[in-house]
């Protein structure tokens, strides 16, 4: 989430959670932008559409600036529209005044303004200022893809956005003859410093439901995510279990380590989510540490099993459900943490559970995965190998090096939370 204030502080939490890699500082030249514009429908009614490609429950949109082809991560968890710093300086652009940006994690990043920036959403015709740039290239290497900038609250407001995860597109409808006839449940939204807020409640085992206001983050790969204040307040740690602790990705500021179980339930509007993986936050998560007018997230992981709908003119969000609206809720059951080095072709791994069935095999952290299933570690074969581990009893075998000759195990999944 981005707050400016009159001190010219940037608050960012950007809980990507498995976001982007570090490749973010070179701008890739392996494809072009289009040289025509596709002309905009001529019913009102009917919306413009853009393809955009759904990784790790993350929504990236492709873009262009200056010739060049980007991708931009949609994020309403974003005050505003973002390039990354070193893109933006690569692109020619002027960098003005200087900003600091804080989120989760510790620490803060720079930021500056941006003189004539702008972006176009490929396939559409669609332009958006781009006012400033943050540095983004110390996120956590943990989504396989590039991100260059990010997509917030001044280009989403500007429509009524449609975000199809499973056709894979994102419709973008004129406010003023936007008519919703569909099967959707409606959501009312307020907005504070430019972010979505919903009321929710949380179920727990116990039986016990606890009012909760929410932030609708679609740039966050998480399921729930609640912050530190709430946990403490309601002693979640003692009525959430089992629990595992892991790092949990983080923002701007750095990595976070976050404690993950699963709450009974969370309700929305008379949508009732059940038993989704829940991220319990402590110290050192920057402003999920902090109390707030919010007490947790809405990710990508519980937002995906919906085509949802968002209409900030009217103050609402639209949840439609698709075949996969009931998919139950998994997480990882082998205990690795990924991350990827700058040319998104060497997989590393970062940390591993305790007693889980990484660490029963043998691996640690640093070590090199050169292939899986005999298969070089691609972006696509991550993708594909993050399902894998979130199926109970998958047998995953893994060429790993760790500073000799490679060798492979075999990782067996289990539930872990």
Known sequence: MIRVTSRTLVSLALAVLGAATRGAAQVPQTTSCPSSTPAAPADKAQPIVAPIEI??????????????????????????????????????????????????????????????????????????????????????????????????????????????????????????SFRYSGSGTTVPVTFFSNHPHINTEVRLADGTTIPARMIVDVGSAASLALTKPFVDANHLRDRVGPTVRRRGGGGVGGATWTDMGRVAGLRIGNLEIAKPTTILFGDSAGVFTTPGTWVGNIGGDILRRFTVFLDYKHNRMILEPHAGTNEVFEADMSGIGFIMDDSLHTLIVDTVVPDSPAAAAGVASRDTITAIDGRASTPAELRELRKRLKREGEHVPLTIRHGGEPRTIVIVTRRLV
Do not use: W
């Open 55 to 176: 990784s790790n429950n993350h929504v990236f949109v492709k873009v262009c600036a200056g010739g060049t082809p980007l991708d931009f991560i949609l994020d309403t968890g974003a005050g505003a529209t973002f390039f990354d710093l070193n893109h933006a300086k690569a692109l020619g652009l002027k960098i003005g005044s200087a900003f600091t940006v804080r989120g989760a994690g510790a620490g803060t990043v720079a930021g500056g303004r941006v003189d004539g920036g702008e972006i176009s959403l490929v396939g559409t015709g669609l332009t958006q200022k781009v006012s400033s740039a943050i540095d983004l290239s110390n996120l956590p290497s943990r989504e396989g893809h590039r991100m260059e900038g990010i997509l917030g609250y001044d280009f989403i407001s500007r429509f009524v956005i449609a975000i199809d995860y499973v056709k894979e597109e994102l419709r973008l409808y004129d406010p003023s």
